[in-house]
């Protein structure tokens, strides 16, 4: 059993919280200390970012976190000897990796396959790498029991939808708005009807993100969903801090209200 499913199967009902942070960013040797930060917290499951210099889903908040932990080194290797290092001491809370593809085809599929199994990566989620040109890819993550997370946006046909869900593994990732990454106002409603469609094609959990800011618009959108990604706010919160003290204080006091408001549902 993945620890994706064994992580949504203990949580009996609860909804999953899963944070995003940028890999390297606003310092490369805080990102481990962050990630345990975040499950101490309360996250379920940390979404990792991998900087990549054309990062088209994300907002200026995230594209500019990209761009600094580049200009300090990180690229994909780093990131994955980040979660190697995270694994020395937590090899329970599930580690997806999200980025773009382009870096994964330079590395070679096999190589990186490897090395994220090996680091104890759980699962990929690439923004610009749909079921339809993920073939090979997902053969071989599948032949190292690591999961591939698929997206589906509010523009996505029902047709579509039902062949994402036919390929997904470890969780559907529904896109809550049209837009970047922290871009617009959530409309609840609309995102509540779309989770609810979701679930006739899947038994897989569905995690809400995009546009997801704070307590309020977690709760607002998780009614029906297993689980809320949450990454700008928190990405933006960290870029100010000077310290890895003040870092993980920011980031504690993000969370927690969030995992407190989710619980209460």
């Known amino acids: 059993m993945s620890l994706l499913k064994t992580t949504f199967e203990q949580l009996e009902g609860r909804k999953a919280l899963i944070p995003f942070v940028t890999a390297g960013y606003p310092d490369p040797k805080w990102t481990v200390d962050i990630m345990h930060e975040l499950v101490k917290n309360g996250a379920d499951?940390?979404?990792?970012?991998?900087?990549?210099?054309?990062?088209?889903?994300?907002?200026?908040?995230?594209?500019?976190?990209?761009?600094?932990?580049?200009?300090?080194?990180?690229?994909?290797?780093?990131?994955?000897?980040?979660?190697?290092?995270?694994?020395?001491?937590?090899?329970?809370?599930?580690?997806?990796?999200?980025?773009?593809?382009?870096?994964?085809?330079?590395?070679?599929?096999?190589?990186?396959?490897?090395?994220?199994?090996?680091?104890?990566?759980?699962?990929?989620?690439?923004?610009?790498?749909?079921?339809?040109?993920?073939?090979?890819?997902?053969?071989?993550?599948?032949?190292?029991?690591?999961?591939?997370?698929?997206?589906?946006?509010?523009?996505?046909?029902?047709?579509?939808?039902?062949?994402?869900?036919?390929h997904a593994a470890g969780f559907v990732y529904y896109v809550a708005l049209k837009g970047v990454t922290g871009s617009a106002d959530l409309d609840s409603m609309a995102v509540n009807k779309d989770v609810i469609n979701i679930k006739k094609y899947t038994d897989l959990p569905v995690a809400v993100g995009f546009g997801v800011k704070d307590a309020t618009s977690a709760v607002a959108v998780a009614e029906h969903a297993n689980a809320v990604v949450i990454g700008s706010a928190l990405v933006s919160l960290m870029g100010a801090c000077e310290s890895l003290e003040s870092a993980k204080q920011v980031t504690g006091e993000f969370i927690k209200p969030i995992r407190s408001a989710l619980d209460s549902l």
């Open 45 to 166: 499951v940390i979404e990792l970012g991998m900087p990549f210099s054309d990062p088209m889903a994300d907002g200026p908040v995230i594209q500019q976190a990209s761009e600094h932990a580049i200009t300090q080194g990180i690229g994909i290797e780093s990131t994955i000897a980040m979660v190697k290092t995270f694994r020395q001491t937590n090899q329970t809370t599930p580690v997806v990796l999200m980025g773009y593809l382009n870096p994964v085809e330079c590395m070679g599929y096999d190589q990186f396959v490897a090395q994220a199994k090996a680091a104890g990566v759980d699962a990929l989620l690439l923004v610009d790498s749909p079921p339809e040109e993920s073939k090979e890819l997902l053969e071989k993550l599948k032949a190292q029991d690591l999961e591939q997370i698929f997206l589906i946006a509010p523009t996505t046909t029902e047709a579509r939808a039902r062949m994402i869900c036919e």
